[in-house]
Every structure is written in structure tokens, then in C-alpha cells.
């Protein structure tokens, strides 16, 4: 279906934002940790952990991963980008 790729990077964006706020709030954290507290595979965590790392998010230390400050600055930001989001998904829904 046309908007099977936009579901399925929205889920992606869901499960990398539930990791992110995890090392934030109690990182140091390992994946095995992070995967006990969030129900979320070892390797789905791993994944997600390596783009927020290719994103500055994150680094990785010898205790886990370790949020930066530009992780702290992206999710106060956070909510205008959904924000955004949602009115362009509400103009898409009124195209007639």
C-alpha cells in the first residue's frame, strides 16, 4: 500500500525516541538493560542504538550508552517536529 513506508518509519521513529529517553533518564545503560526495561529485542535496541549514535545522540562508554547533549537539546525539541508532523498530515487529510 502507498503509505506502508510511512507506518513503518513512524514505528522506527517511535522505537529509536523510547530508546533515546531511556539512556537519557537512566543511562549509563547497557543493551540487555535497556532491553528488560523496555520489552524491545537485543537486537532492535542494538539497531536503534547505533543510529542515535550515528546521529551524535548517544556515545557508547564501558558502563552503555551514554546520552549528549544534543540528545537532551533534540527532545526538547521534539515536540514541535510532531507538531509539525501533524499539521502536514492534517493537510493530507483534507486534500479533496
Do not use: C
Not at 543511562?27 to 536503534?48: A, C, D, L, Q, W
Not at 549528549?68 to 479533496?96: H, Q
Amino acid at each position: 500500500m502507498l503509505t506502508d513506508g510511512v507506518e513503518s518509519e513512524l514505528e522506527l521513529l517511535e522505537r529509536h525516541i523510547i530508546i533515546l529517553k531511556v539512556v537519557i533518564q537512566k543511562g549509563p545503560i547497557g543493551i540487555m538493560k535497556m532491553s528488560e526495561e523496555t520489552g524491545i529485542p537485543n537486537h532492535r535496541v542494538r539497531y536503534s542504538l547505533r543510529v542515535l549514535e550515528q546521529e551524535s545522540l548517544i556515545i557508547p562508554s564501558t558502563s552503555g550508552a551514554v546520552a549528549t547533549d544534543k540528545a537532551r537539546e533534540f527532545i526538547r525539541g521534539f515536540g514541535s517536529v510532531i507538531t509539525r508532523l501533524t499539521k502536514k498530515l492534517n493537510d493530507i487529510k483534507n486534500i479533496e
